[in-house]
C-alpha cells in the first residue's frame, strides 16, 4: 500500500479557497486516489476519486500532476460547514473490493 | 441519494455479553465491509464480504467475531462476548464493487460496561 503524507491541520476562513495536498511518492501503477471527509461521530463520506490530471465535482477538485507522487484537494469558497478531518487514500483499482486504511488525516477548521 | 443505514445508533452492552450490530447497505451493492474506529484514534479495516463469504479480514477481526448476510438487504457484525477493548464506533460501508468507493453508513456507537 502507498504511503501517504499530508498535514495535520490547517485553517481557514469561510469563504476561502482551501488546497490540501497529500503526498504518496511510491504510488503504484494501478493505484487511485481517494478522498474521504469525516465529521464528529458520522462516518467518512466519499468526497472525490482520480487517477491523473484533474477531477472535478459538485463540491470539490483533485489535481494530479504527471508524476503521481502527490495529489491536492481543492474546497472551493469553505463554509463553517466544512470544517471537518480530510482522509487522503492510494489504493489499487479494486478499492471497491479492498479494505482501505486510513491514517490520521487533515483536520481543517473553517472559522467566521 | 442512496445511503447506507445503520441501527442501533447507539448500544450499551454489559462485558461478556453477545451484541449484534446492522446494517442496510446500499440495495445494488455487492461489497460489505465494516470498520471500526475508537475515540480520537484512526478509522480501522475489519473484514470485507462479497459473494456470501469473507475476502479480506484484519487481525481486530478474531474469533469472537463474526458476519452474516441473513437476507437480501442487512448484513450484520456479531461480537459473541465483548470486552471493554471493543468499545468503538462501528461503520458498515458497501461499494458496488471494481474502481467504485466504498460509502459508509453513519456509524453504532458501541458502549462496554
Known amino acids: 500500500l502507498a504511503k501517504t503524507t499530508q498535514p495535520i491541520s490547517m485553517d481557514s476562513y469561510e469563504g476561502q479557497e482551501v488546497n490540501i495536498t497529500c503526498s504518496h511518492n511510491n504510488i503504484a501503477t494501478n493505484d487511485y486516489i481517494t478522498w474521504y471527509q469525516q465529521f464528529p461521530s458520522q462516518g467518512p463520506r466519499f468526497i472525490i476519486q482520480?487517477?491523473?490530471t484533474k477531477v472535478t465535482n459538485e463540491v470539490a477538485s483533485l489535481f494530479i500532476p504527471a508524476d503521481r507522487k502527490s495529489s491536492t484537494l481543492s474546497l472551493p469558497r469553505v463554509s463553517l460547514s466544512d470544517t471537518a478531518v480530510y482522509y487522503c487514500?492510494?489504493?489499487?483499482?479494486?478499492?471497491?473490493?479492498?479494505?482501505?486504511?486510513f491514517g490520521s488525516g487533515t483536520r481543517l477548521q473553517v472559522q467566521p | 441519494e442512496p445511503e447506507v443505514t445503520q441501527t442501533p445508533s447507539h448500544q450499551v452492552t454489559q462485558m461478556g455479553q453477545e451484541v449484534i450490530l446492522r446494517c442496510v447497505p446500499i440495495s445494488n451493492h455487492l461489497y460489505f465491509y465494516w470498520y471500526r474506529q475508537i475515540l480520537g484514534q484512526k478509522v480501522e479495516f475489519l473484514v470485507s464480504f462479497y459473494n456470501n463469504e469473507i475476502s479480506e479480514k484484519s487481525e481486530i477481526f478474531d474469533d469472537q467475531f463474526s458476519v452474516e448476510r441473513p437476507d437480501g438487504s442487512n448484513f450484520t457484525l456479531k461480537i459473541r462476548s465483548t470486552k471493554l477493548e471493543d468499545s468503538a464506533m462501528y461503520f458498515c460501508?458497501?461499494?458496488?464493487?471494481?474502481?467504485?468507493?466504498?460509502?459508509f453508513g453513519d456509524g453504532t456507537r458501541l458502549s462496554i460496561l
Open positions: 482520480g487517477y491523473k
Open positions: 460501508a458497501s461499494s458496488g464493487g471494481q474502481g467504485q468507493p466504498q460509502h
Open positions: 487514500l492510494v489504493g489499487d483499482m479494486d478499492t471497491g473490493r479492498r479494505a482501505l486504511t
